[in-house]
C-alpha cells in the first residue's frame, strides 16, 4: 500500500485537490425532474458557483465568512430544511419581504406582479400523456423571468401574507403547479444555501432518446 501511494502521490493529491475544488469553489448539479421549467429542463447540468454566497468549511453547512447577498430572481441550489435533499429553485423574497400569492399571482410588499407573453403549451406527465399548461413572463420589480402554469391541477397556488424572517429566504420553482417548494417546507435558512446556479453546462433529453442538446450547452440562466 506504501509504494502504491508513493507511486501515485501526484494522483492522490489531483484527486483530493478536486474534491475540495467542488465542495468548497465550483460544482455543478444535474436536474432531475421538472420543478423549473420551462426555464431548466430534465437533463440539463448546471454550473455552480459555491461562493457566490459564503466561504463554507468543506463538507459542511458551517459559514467561516459572507462573500456575497443572495438577490430576488437567483436561482439557488440549497439542502432541504425538511430532510437534506439537494434542491434548486428560484429566491423568491429575502429576509422582510412580505409575500402573498393569490391564485397563482405573486404579490411582494404589495407589489402584484405583471404576467405577459402568455403561450399556450401542452406539458408532458410521467405518465406518457400530456396536460395544458400556460406559460408567461412574471415581471416584480426590476426581476422577471418565464413561469409556468398547469391547467387542472391541484396545487397551492395561493398563500400569505408571510413575512421572511431573518437570515431566512422564501423559494418558489418556476413551474409553479409542480414544485415542492417553500410552500410546503417554509422558509430556507442561509446556512443551508449551497451555491447560485447561472449556466447550463451540458444538456441530453433524459426523457427521451437520451439525445445532446447542443443548444443549451453553456446557456446562461434568466
Not at 494522483?11 to 448539479?29: E, H, K, P, Q, Y
Not at 457566490?52 to 458551517?62: E, M, V
Request: hydrophobic letters at 40%; aromatic letters at 8%; charged letters at 20%.
Amino acid at each position: 500500500m506504501k509504494k502504491w501511494i508513493k507511486d501515485n502521490r501526484g494522483l492522490i493529491v489531483f484527486v483530493l485537490c478536486f474534491g475540495l475544488f467542488r465542495t468548497a469553489v465550483a460544482d455543478w448539479n444535474p436536474i432531475p425532474s421538472g420543478s423549473m421549467r420551462p426555464n431548466l429542463l430534465e437533463g440539463d447540468v448546471v454550473l455552480i458557483n459555491r461562493l457566490a454566497y459564503d466561504l463554507k468549511l468543506p463538507l459542511t453547512d458551517i459559514v467561516l465568512a459572507r462573500l456575497g447577498e443572495p438577490q430576488r430572481s437567483d436561482i439557488v441550489t440549497f439542502s432541504s430544511p425538511t430532510d437534506g435533499t439537494r434542491l434548486i429553485k428560484r429566491l423568491i423574497a429575502v429576509p422582510g419581504d412580505v409575500v402573498e400569492m393569490r391564485n397563482e399571482v405573486l404579490l411582494i410588499n404589495g407589489q402584484v406582479a405583471d404576467y405577459a407573453q402568455s403561450q399556450p403549451v401542452l406539458e408532458p406527465t410521467g405518465a406518457g400523456g400530456n396536460i395544458p399548461a400556460l406559460r408567461l413572463t412574471e415581471r416584480l420589480g426590476d426581476t422577471q423571468r418565464r413561469v409556468q402554469w398547469l391547467q387542472g391541477v391541484n396545487a397551492r397556488n395561493s398563500f400569505g401574507p408571510v413575512t421572511v424572517p431573518e437570515n431566512s429566504y422564501l423559494m418558489l420553482g418556476d413551474n409553479r403547479d409542480n414544485s415542492a417548494d417553500s410552500r410546503y417546507f417554509g422558509f430556507v435558512p442561509r446556512h443551508l444555501l449551497i451555491g447560485h446556479a447561472h449556466r447550463v453546462l451540458v444538456s441530453a433529453d433524459i426523457r427521451g432518446n437520451w439525445a445532446p442538446r447542443f443548444e443549451r450547452f453553456w446557456q446562461a440562466l434568466p
